[in-house]
């Protein structure tokens, strides 16, 4: 699978597309709880609406849409299977522009004149604490995609919100060692002015701590930030061996950018941070090598339920899926699947559903949400970038490491339910 590229790897999965991307049942059947394949039955009544709120009009805005890819070929796969207890799925879509009020609002037009039942999706992490309050307030479950800030499973947890996305500690934790060994010790931060930025750079620092580096100096960026140029010459003058940029989205594209025309790898500057992904992989054609990066899934991954989602995408949307397709479909198959065992659509049952629950996360080792904080507990990895694909992906993976080793312990959390 790995050594495939994705042109040989569409014309060898098109001779199966269709019963891959549907798994192991053909079409218009399912598999009861029982374990039996029966004859699925077209959805009727009243649908299972699913309210997703991402920044679709932000620099986060091409990591959200393919929040939504994934979800959508999720919501496609359910109803094709008949829906969930004998309902379609209904996927609405909210932008929440990365603002906090935007969110909240999107939020509330989706509860109070949308009736959905369960929310997910956000990215910003202030948008999601907001959105996550409002959940709980009005009594509806928020599944949290794209937002890595530890507060949403430490500090400000509640009852209705559970984190699918690897918190900012995970990830730090698992790509530190590998940016020390590779690069050195002596580190210079850029960091977005935003609530992920602050995170990511606290949670940066103590894993980079833990292996002796030294943060030597640092500069602050506006949120969507397009020059870098300034940053760049200041990190440059500060003889690093070591960038971290603690920036996502299109700000992360154009600080590599902005890398990579200073020529600062033939200054011995290494470059990486907490995540990036495919989306952020793409873009970088430009460069050879763009430097060591945290990662929440790669196409790479050679497990049945990773390939049949694979196709899924291609299939539905003809590009490879990034890790925020991941996101959305792994999430909102969690969230269904939840119902689907609780037998209803009531909050506080499919809370208990999810609750402890160890499930497939596409991954090799174990996912399940921790019953005590909501975090989703799983493999998180360690990837090289590079400008082409190499196989499935723009990644050399380097590691791949246990969620249980990098997640914490309870008592190491202030999250009470």
């Known amino acids: 699978m790995g050594a495939l590229s994705r042109r040989q790897f569409l014309g060898l999965s098109a001779l199966a597309s269709g019963a891959l991307a549907l798994g192991q049942w053909p079409l218009g059947r399912f598999v009861t709880t029982s374990g039996f394949a029966t004859a699925a039955e077209a959805p009727k009544g009243d649908p299972i609406k699913i309210g997703i709120i991402d920044p679709l009009s932000s620099p986060y805005k091409t990591s959200s849409v393919h929040d939504v890819h994934g979800a959508t070929v999720a919501m496609d796969l359910f109803n094709k299977r008949g829906g969930v207890l004998g309902r379609p799925v209904t996927l609405l879509e909210a932008d929440d522009a990365s603002n906090p009020q935007t969110g909240v609002k999107a939020a509330t037009k989706l509860i109070k004149d949308d009736h959905v039942d369960f929310l997910m999706g956000t990215f910003n992490g202030e948008v999601a604490l907001a959105v996550s309050e409002l959940a709980r307030q009005e009594n509806k479950l928020l599944m949290v995609t794209g937002a890595h800030v530890p507060e949403l499973s430490g500090a400000r947890?509640?009852?209705?919100?559970?984190?699918?996305?690897?918190?900012?500690?995970?990830?730090?934790?698992?790509?530190?060692?590998?940016?020390?060994?590779?690069?050195?010790?002596?580190?210079?931060?850029?960091?977005?002015?935003?609530?992920?930025?602050?995170?990511?750079?606290q949670a940066m620092t103590e894993a980079l701590s833990a292996h002796s580096a030294e943060v030597i100096g640092e500069t602050v960026t506006p949120f969507g930030a397009t020059d870098f140029s300034a940053a760049l010459s200041e990190a440059?003058?500060?003889?690093?061996?070591?960038?971290?940029?603690?920036?996502?989205?299109?700000?992360?594209?154009?600080?590599?950018?902005?890398?990579?025309?200073?020529?600062?790898?033939?200054?011995?500057?290494?470059?990486?941070?907490m995540i990036g992904g495919e989306q952020i992989g793409r873009p970088l054609g430009y460069a050879n090598n763009a430097g060591i990066w945290g990662l929440i899934w790669d196409p790479k991954i050679n497990t049945e339920s990773s390939r049949r989602?694979?196709?899924?995408?291609?299939?539905?949307?003809?590009?490879?899926?990034?890790?925020?397709?991941?996101?959305?479909?792994?999430?909102?198959?969690?969230?269904?699947?939840?119902?689907?065992?609780?037998?209803?659509?009531?909050?506080?049952?499919?809370?208990?559903?999810?609750?402890?629950?160890?499930?497939?996360?596409?991954?090799?080792?174990?996912?399940?949400?921790?019953?005590?904080?909501?975090?989703?507990?799983?493999?998180?990895?360690?990837?090289?970038?590079?400008?082409?694909?190499?196989?499935?992906?723009?990644?050399?993976?380097?590691?791949?490491?246990?969620?249980?080793?990098?997640?914490?312990?309870?008592h190491q959390t202030a999250c009470v339910l």
Not at 157 to 185: D, E, I, Q, W
Not at 385 to 390: D, F, H, I, Q, V
Request: overall charge positive; charged content about 20%; proline content about 2%.
């Open 309 to 410: 989602f694979i196709q899924g995408v291609i299939d539905k949307y003809n590009h490879t899926p990034t890790s925020r397709c991941y996101l959305g479909y792994a999430a909102l198959t969690q969230i269904l699947e939840a119902v689907r065992r609780a037998g209803t659509t009531d909050t506080g049952a499919v809370v208990k559903a999810l609750e402890g629950h160890e499930f497939d996360g596409l991954k090799e080792g174990r996912s399940f949400f921790r019953s005590w904080d909501h975090q989703h507990v799983q493999d998180v990895l360690v990837g090289q970038a590079y400008g082409k694909e190499l196989g499935l992906g723009h990644y050399q993976i380097l590691a791949t490491v246990a969620g249980d080793a990098v997640a914490g312990e309870r």
């Open 157 to 201: 947890c509640n009852s209705h919100t559970f984190v699918f996305m690897p918190n900012a500690r995970m990830l730090s934790r698992t790509v530190a060692p590998h940016l020390v060994k590779a690069y050195g010790t002596k580190v210079f931060m850029i960091t977005a002015d935003t609530m992920d930025g602050r995170s990511a750079k």
């Open 236 to 273: 440059k003058a500060a003889k690093p061996t070591l960038l971290v940029l603690n920036l996502y989205g299109w700000d992360l594209v154009n600080a590599l950018k902005a890398y990579t025309k200073l020529e600062l790898a033939k200054e011995k500057i290494g470059v990486g941070g």
